[in-house]
């Protein structure tokens, strides 16, 4: 960390890379636990993960490789993820082994797209009045205002190369294993919803997403500074966040502080991952 500023090097990426993982190994499990049945994997794989969780899930997908040599399981990997119908569709962080390029390019994969990976340390941002952790009883309301909201993309930056359906969305968010969620209120009325999580000392800032007619109003900042503060008490130094190129979104959270640290290639080998695997949609401002 550089003065107020965080720069990261191969180390800082590594450790979030290592959340990355865990974050989606455990959400294929819950999504397992969910359907109550024994159908996909998430598997360990050269220090990442190689995860399937349920068909269109956005938690199929190989993470957090690069920092421990090649995969050399790959082959087993590929038929089980074909086994399923799916295609492979691999994030593969900017700072990790660059061998790794050229490994997937001469196994076929192609370049699909990028996500870029923001962070900043933690500090206290003062907990906003309009945001509040939901209760129990209110997560059903949560998923469905978030899920509708997601739907509505900003046009703003580069478009997503996915599309999910609403019940994905839905479900993919209840199975987000060991997240906080929140919701942002302006009027009395649900204005946005956001979540985050702790891995070893990172906070992952898992999702969010503005009502469109509440968009532009302040929300997205509030429930930035909410998670910070939560992050603060948590303990965390450091504060992650996935968002599309040029986004609206990417702007908001750099305007709280986050610097620009990485960005991660989606290289897909099979059927495009356009609709059915590959990363959430974290952010919808």
């Given at each position: 960390?550089?003065?107020?500023?965080?720069?990261?090097?191969?180390?800082?990426?590594?450790?979030?890379?290592?959340?990355?993982?865990?974050?989606?190994?455990?959400?294929?499990?819950?999504?397992?636990?969910?359907?109550?049945?024994?159908?996909?994997?998430?598997?360990?794989?050269?220090?990442?993960?190689?995860?399937?969780?349920?068909a269109?899930?956005?938690?199929?997908?190989?993470?957090?490789?690069?920092?421990?040599?090649?995969?050399?399981?790959?082959?087993?990997?590929?038929?089980?993820?074909?086994?399923?119908g799916?295609?492979?569709?691999?994030?593969?962080?900017?700072?990790?082994?660059?061998?790794?390029?050229?490994?997937?390019?001469?196994?076929?994969?192609?370049?699909?797209?990028?996500?870029?990976?923001l962070?900043?340390?933690?500090?206290?941002?003062?907990?906003?009045e309009?945001?509040?952790?939901?209760?129990?009883?209110?997560?059903?309301?949560?998923?469905?205002?978030?899920?509708?909201?997601?739907?509505?993309?900003?046009?703003e930056?580069?478009?997503?190369?996915?599309?999910?359906?609403?019940?994905?969305?839905?479900?993919?968010?209840?199975?987000?294993?060991?997240?906080?969620?929140?919701?942002?209120?302006?009027?009395?009325?649900?204005?946005?919803?956001?979540?985050?999580?702790?891995?070893?000392?990172?906070a992952?800032?898992?999702?969010?997403?503005?009502?469109?007619?509440?968009?532009?109003r302040?929300?997205?900042?509030?429930?930035?500074?909410?998670?910070?503060?939560?992050a603060?008490?948590?303990?965390?130094?450091?504060?992650?966040?996935?968002?599309?190129?040029?986004?609206?979104?990417?702007?908001?959270?750099q305007?709280?502080?986050?610097?620009?640290?990485?960005?991660?290639?989606?290289?897909?080998?099979?059927?495009?991952?356009?609709?059915?695997?590959?990363?959430?949609?974290?952010?919808?401002?």
């Amino acid at each position: 960390m550089d003065g107020e500023r965080l720069f990261c090097d191969t180390a800082l990426a590594e450790r979030i890379e290592r959340a990355e993982a865990r974050l989606i190994a455990e959400s294929s499990d819950a999504a397992r636990m969910r359907r109550g049945d024994t159908i996909g994997f998430a598997r360990p794989l050269a220090g990442g993960v190689a995860s399937f969780a349920e068909a269109d899930s956005p938690f199929n997908k190989i993470a957090g490789l690069g920092f421990d040599g090649l995969p050399d399981a790959l082959d087993e990997v590929e038929a089980a993820f074909a086994e399923l119908g799916a295609p492979v569709q691999v994030e593969l962080c900017q700072l990790a082994d660059p061998a790794l390029g050229v490994f997937f390019t001469e196994r076929g994969y192609r370049l699909e797209s990028f996500e870029n990976v923001l962070g900043r340390r933690v500090t206290g941002a003062g907990f906003p009045e309009d945001v509040r952790p939901i209760r129990d009883d209110e997560l059903e309301r949560w998923l469905s205002e978030v899920a509708d909201a997601v739907a509505v993309a900003d046009t703003e930056g580069l478009p997503s190369h996915e599309d999910f359906p609403r019940q994905t969305v839905i479900d993919a968010m209840a199975d987000m294993a060991g997240v906080t969620r929140y919701a942002a209120w302006r009027g009395g009325e649900f204005a946005g919803g956001a979540s985050f999580r702790v891995t070893d000392g990172i906070a992952q800032f898992t999702g969010a997403a503005t009502v469109p007619a509440h968009r532009r109003r302040g929300v997205q900042t509030a429930l930035l500074r909410a998670r910070l503060t939560a992050a603060a008490a948590a303990g965390c130094d450091v504060a992650v966040v996935t968002t599309q190129p040029g986004s609206k979104s990417h702007q908001n959270v750099q305007r709280q502080g986050f610097d620009l640290l990485y960005a991660r290639a989606i290289l897909v080998k099979g059927t495009s991952a356009t609709s059915s695997s590959g990363a959430d949609s974290r952010q919808a401002s």
